[in-house]
Nanobody, 126 residues
Framework: QAQLVESGGGSVQSGGSLRLSCAAS????????MGWFRQAPGKEREGVAA???????IYRDSVKGRFTISRDNAKNTVYLRMNNLQPEDTAMYYC????????????????????WGQGTQVTVSS
């Protein structure tokens, strides 16, 4: 079992930066793959980035070069650093955990993840 709590969201102007954090509880966090997802009003939840248990990463095309996912297993925390934010990045951002050491064949598919946080809002204005 895992419990996830996101933080770090806020309101920024275009071009600004934020770092989201996801604090995880549970004995198996270090063996889990982790992902960040986002959902805007009226839109489907979409995968943003994922990281496996040893630090391998994958990103949605639209955020490559701007976002960086990382993890600190000693702190049971995963991060999403977001640079050069744009209005289209506005969404509720969710942290998710997959109980597997790798993120699998569909790392940005929300149905591959078993545990979810409550989300943190990111709003980017023009």
């Amino acid at each position: 079992q895992a419990q996830l709590v996101e933080s770090g969201g806020g309101s920024v102007q275009s071009g600004g930066s934020l770092r989201l954090s996801c604090a995880a509880s549970g004995d198996s966090y270090s063996r889990y793959s982790m992902g960040w997802f986002r959902q805007a009003p009226g839109k489907e939840r979409e995968g943003v980035a994922a990281i496996d248990s040893i630090g391998g990463t994958i990103y949605r095309d639209s955020v490559k070069g701007r976002f960086t996912i990382s993890r600190d297993n000693a702190k049971n925390t995963v991060y999403l650093r977001m640079n050069n934010l744009q209005p289209e990045d506005t969404a509720m951002y969710y942290c998710a955990a997959r109980p597997a050491v790798t993120y699998g064949r569909e790392p940005l598919n929300r149905y591959m993840y078993s545990y979810w946080g409550q989300g943190t809002q990111v709003t980017v204005s023009s």
